[in-house]
C-alpha cells in the first residue's frame, strides 16, 4: 500500500516472515538519516539537524512514541537509511494466539 505524505512517498509494506511474528516495513523516499544520528533517533526530543533546517515544527517525539508502543507489544523497532536517498524503518510484532 502507498500513502502519499508530504512531498515524499511512504510504502507500508507487511510480510509474514515467521511463523511467530508479523513483520511490517515503512520505506520513504525523504531526505534520509545521517549515519551518526542513526543511533538517537528513538530518544525523547531528538531531531536530526537535517530534519530541522527543512522543517523546524516538530517535537522529536514521534518515533519515541512508536519505539515504546511496539516495545511494550513485546517486539521490536529498527531502522536502515542513506543520507539523501530516504529510510526504512522495519519492525516485527509477535503474533498473538
Same mark, same amino acid.
Given at each position: 500500500?502507498?500513502?502519499?505524505? *508530504? ?25 534520509? !538519516?545521517? *549515519?551518526?544520528?542513526?543511533?538517537? !533517533? ?8 537535517? *530534519?530541522?533546517? !527543512? ?8 518515533? *519515541? !512514541? ?32
Amino acid at each position: 500500500m502507498w500513502v502519499r505524505c *508530504a512531498r515524499h512517498f511512504r510504502q507500508l509494506v507487511g510480510s509474514p516472515v515467521a511463523l511467530n511474528s508479523a513483520h511490517y516495513t515503512v520505506r520513504d523516499t525523504g531526505i534520509g !538519516i545521517a *549515519a551518526d544520528d542513526l543511533s538517537k !533517533i528513538f530518544e525523547e526530543f531528538y531531531r536530526a539537524a537535517n *530534519a530541522r533546517a !527543512i522543517c523546524p515544527q516538530g517535537t522529536g517525539v514521534g518515533l *519515541a !512514541i512508536v519505539k515504546r508502543m511496539i516495545e511494550n507489544y513485546g517486539g521490536k523497532l529498527w531502522v536502515e537509511s542513506e543520507l539523501g536517498r530516504g529510510s526504512k524503518f522495519t519492525f516485527m510484532l509477535p503474533r498473538v494466539r
